[in-house]
């Protein structure tokens, strides 16, 4: 977003932001709440998203409950633990999952627009690198047949879905700095 007319703040800058439950059925509808509850309370525009690992042979899940897939208080390592345990005797071919992220922009108006990004890849059988957070060390991207969690930062960007889902929403972002006074 390098190179547009725009001040990011993130949402952290604001004492009294709103605290938005994620409830919603779907990404999408945790993304739209999320942007619209801090549009109406800051008048500001506001991008917002939501986004988690779906696995096939869990007929989508973690899916909305990524953060809190195996119940509360679990660390990212223990999750990914929890994940192997559930996928335990699927094979190789029946491991396809995907990282999927919504983003939604709105203006004070109401105008939105919905953008969405995917990465695929499949689930290793064992932890792999050190980089990244969460299902990184599982999810292995096929093209380059590693995990995530051993891609550099700038590489993972490259096939990151924020990255994607961020990427497809630029134009708007260019439409709303054109029409600034």
């Known amino acids: ?7 990011l703040i993130p949402l952290s800058a604001f004492s009294q932001a709103p605290d938005v439950v994620e ?3 779907t990404f999408r509808d945790n993304a739209i709440k999320k942007a ?4 109406s309370w800051s008048g500001r525009l506001t991008l917002a998203e939501d986004s988690g690992l779906e696995v096939a042979a869990l007929g989508g899940q973690p899916g909305v409950y990524t953060a809190r897939f ?29 990282f999927r992220c919504v983003a939604v922009l709105v203006d004070p108006t109401g105008s ?8 695929r890849g499949k689930i290793g059988h064992t932890l792999q690198g ?4 969460g299902y990184d060390p599982l999810f292995i991207v096929p093209e380059l047949g590693r995990t995530l969690a051993e891609l550099s930062p700038s590489d993972k960007d490259l ?19 054109a029409q600034r006074p």
Request: charged share 20%; with cysteine.
């Open 23 to 25: 409830d919603g059925q």
């Open 70 to 98: 195996g119940g509360p208080g679990l660390t990212s390592c223990q999750r990914c633990q929890y994940l192997l345990d559930r996928l335990q005797g699927v094979p190789d071919a029946e491991r396809q999952a995907v």
């Open 130 to 133: 050190d980089q990244g957070f």
């Open 159 to 177: 096939v990151s879905h924020r990255t994607q889902a961020l990427q497809a929403m630029l134009p708007f972002f260019a439409t709303f700095t």
């Open 1 to 7: 977003m390098s190179g547009l007319e725009l001040d």
């Open 112 to 119: 939105m627009v919905v953008r969405e990004g995917c990465c």
């Open 36 to 39: 619209c509850t801090v549009v």
